[in-house]
């Protein structure tokens, strides 16, 4: 694997790597020269900055959590197993990454909508409505974010070793210990990629939770709202905003990549 | 205060008809007496090419229906649009976005536009707004005004930049109506507003009356008393960074025209002045 690493790398490559860096880096550079430092503290700290901020942050992580307590499962059987409509099912936990996201917002009125499929006897029964409230926004960000774990765990189990999931079971493991003990820790550093990619994902919906979830305040109007809405009368704010939001995660995007992904490739 | 989605007290549609022919007639005079550019007659050069206009979301019917006749006039032009709340239009332009046509749902943010210099001249009046609440089908919660409001789970409202949601305000202020923040969720222009209760799960939104007409069976409009309710003007105008001032002056004067103050009274906008 690590052959080639002291080859030099080939000029065009470069070139086009430092391309790529450049064309990504600048529009944050753009970010960072628009940004009214000298206001910057009280932008971040007004209210509804304060509750957008709050909100993200719960709502993501709800996201992330929800995504790994059912794309996981989901992404095992993908790998491991064989059944009838395997491809409908795999194309379908892609759709959420095509479908624009407003659309999924419509979709999601439809089946979690107070007269939606579901949300019709859910609301009927219990009361219980998803749009308009924090959970409504939490389900619009898993809706959207959930594929990008389950792809990414998916493509990480189909290319592990499965020899060592059967030495393990062999030498009497149970199902659940190999899974647990051999399974995880070998995918791990995908799995940890995973869950960031869905986080960030969530942390950055935009179209399904103001279509689906509404906003309001407090409630359902999370950082890239705010930063939507602040846009069109106080750009300062949008611009403090939108840099909390890169600067976010951006330092947990590095702190990971250090952590588990970097002792693989460097 | 009625409460009925079609027969809402309107000008009938034999005034209409009065009020446009009056509206077109001395729109033409104005123009033959004024300007000798406009009117599509064989012995100007040819129209071609295209352009952008930049337009309150609360034209987007108007404007999308008057551009199909507009090109079937002028074989070979071209109109692209760019819908958005006028708040947010005014800013893309200020900050340079291409654009030949601005055409706002407030005088606020033309001006906006006026002051970065960005105007080839002052903006016309084409068109006034009023708001209107719209409701669920069958208005379920029976609200029959302003003051309703308040004991509905969500109010949908535009944000306060854009001027759907500023006018709300003020009539909201002026009828001395309180809505708690949490009872209200915002949408970024009108269209998206009125969506929320449409196929949406908001009790009631307040629009503009020319979107609660196009409801059709998807909600119900509940008027606003006219000493309660806020009036907006629709002002026109052709940018400076316009590509092709020609064909941008000849959309500006078709829309301020005959067929363009028709389409705009049919949609229940109110003549500009």
Redesign the interface.
Known sequence: MRAGGRQKPPLTVVVLGAITVVFLALPLVGLLLKASWSTLWTDLTSPVALDALRLSLVCSLWATGLSLVFGLPLAWLLARCTFPGKRVVRALTILPMVLPPVVGG?AL?LAF???GILGRPIFALTGV?F??ATAGAVLAETFVAMPFLIITVEAALLGMDVRFEDVAASLGAGRWTTFRRVTVPLISSSLVAGAALTWARALGEFGAT???A???????QTLPLAV??A???N?NVAVALSLALVGISFLVLVALRGRWLGAVSS | MTIDSRSRPRIGSAGLGVIALLSALSLIVAACSSSSTSAPTSTTPPLSGAITVSAASSLSKVFTSLATSFEAVHHGTSLRFNFGSSGALATQIVEGAPSDVFAAAAAAPMAEVQAAGDLAESPTTFARNSLEIVVKPGNPLGIHGLGDLPRVHVVALCVLTAPCGANAAEVLTRARVNLLPTGVTRGPDVDATLAQVTTGDADAAIVYVTNAATVGTTAVGVAIPKSQNAVTSYPIAVLRTTSDPQLARAWMAYVLGPVGVRALLQAHFLPPS
């Open positions: 419509v009125l909508g107070r007269s409505q749009t308009f103001i279509t689906f509404g906003n309001i305040q407090g409630r359902t939507y809405l846009l069109q009368g750009e």
